[in-house]
T-cell receptor, first 118, second 112 residues
Framework: GAVVSQHPSRVICKSGTSVKIECRSL??????MFWYRQFPKQSLMLMAT?????????EQGVEKDKFLINHASLTLSTLTVTSAHPEDSSFYICSAPDRTRTVTDTQYFGPGTRLTVL | TQLLEQSPQFLSIQEGENLTVYCNSSSVFSSLQWYRQEPGEGPVLLVT?????EVKKLKRLTFQFGDARKDSSLHITAAQPGDTGLYLC????????????FGAGTILRVKS
């Protein structure tokens, strides 16, 4: 149980284009999902909290107009990287807590999306 | 200064050796999680510790939560090459709501 999927797993795009990444909770509902960015051999950096039915909350230094988040349903959150540039190339990971479990703040992670901007 | 201090950052050992990874904080956590991540994949949950003083075992891995719920450790006995990966501790401090705070990670390499 508590499976989170991401799509696509890898994407290569040209500079200036927009890329959408989907995060789905497959066997539970998630009113909250989290988006992270990870650089090679480093820990995860929280970008934003995605809230179902309301606006996302962004961490300090993360441009909300650059990284658009939509939490359209209880099982789907999307991250759109707008006007992507090479410096946006990174590994993006989403997570979601399964509130039906005993320990409600344990988060389950998607497999990640490798974005490469040429 | 990170809220969760994880050490060591790098560990390269021979197969069969034991090792311990530490995660320390001045904040109290309602629970702490340990994850293992391989290159190009998302973190996979190993364990969640909840009760102060709790010890959990997962085959050759032993996880401990400090009595005051401010620190945790991961001990691996007789490490295998398959244990190689990035180990992350994470938790949600009371003052952070439901956002996870991560340690810096420990890159473990087990040589055969």
């Amino acid at each position: 149980g508590a499976v989170v999927s991401q799509h696509p797993s890898r994407v290569i795009c040209k500079s200036g284009t927009s890329v959408k990444i989907e995060c789905r909770s497959l066997d539970f509902q998630a009113t909250t999902m989290f988006w992270y960015r990870q650089f090679p051999k480093q820990s995860l950096m929280l970008m934003a909290t995605s809230n179902e039915g309301s606006k996302a909350t962004y961490e300090q230094g993360v441009e909300k107009d650059k990284f658009l988040i939509n939490h359209a349903s209880l099982t789907l959150s999307t991250l759109t990287v707008t006007s992507a540039h090479p410096e946006d190339s990174s590994f993006y990971i989403c997570s979601a807590p399964d509130r039906t479990r005993t320990v409600t703040d344990t988060q389950y992670f998607g497999p990640g999306t490798r974005l490469t901007v040429l | 200064t990170q809220l969760l201090e994880q050490s060591p950052q790098f560990l390269s050992i021979q197969e069969g050796e034991n090792l311990t990874v530490y995660c320390n904080s001045s904040s109290v956590f309602s629970s702490l999680q340990w994850y293992r991540q391989e290159p190009g994949e998302g973190p996979v949950l190993l364990v969640t510790v909840v009760t102060g003083g709790e010890v959990k075992k997962l085959k050759r891995l032993t996880f401990q939560f400090g009595d005051a719920r401010k620190d945790s450790s991961l001990h691996i006995t007789a490490a295998q090459p398959g244990d190689t990966g990035l180990y992350l501790c994470a938790g949600a401090p009371r003052e952070y709501g439901n956002k996870l705070v991560f340690g810096a990670g420990t890159i473990l390499r087990v040589k055969s």
